[in-house]
């Protein structure tokens, strides 16, 4: 099953503690950017740059 995001996916810090080269705030791969299976979601390695808390972007702006 596949997910959606509103804007894009972003790495979470749970997902940055268990591999370092995935900075949390910043998008996933290219190819779940915008479509991600559920279950990176359930597991909470990845959420929608809507609702990642501790990041602004120019979005919140305009």
């Not at 990845?46 to 808390?53: A, K, Q, R, S, T």
Request: proline residues 5%; negative net charge.
């Amino acid at each position: 099953m596949q997910v959606v995001a509103k804007i894009y996916f972003v790495w979470t810090q749970k997902a940055e503690e268990k591999h370092p080269e995935r900075v949390a705030g910043s998008p996933v791969w290219d190819r779940y950017k915008h479509k991600a299976p559920a279950s990176m979601l359930e597991s909470g390695d990845i959420v929608d740059l809507h609702d990642y808390e501790g990041q602004t972007d120019l979005f919140s702006f305009v």
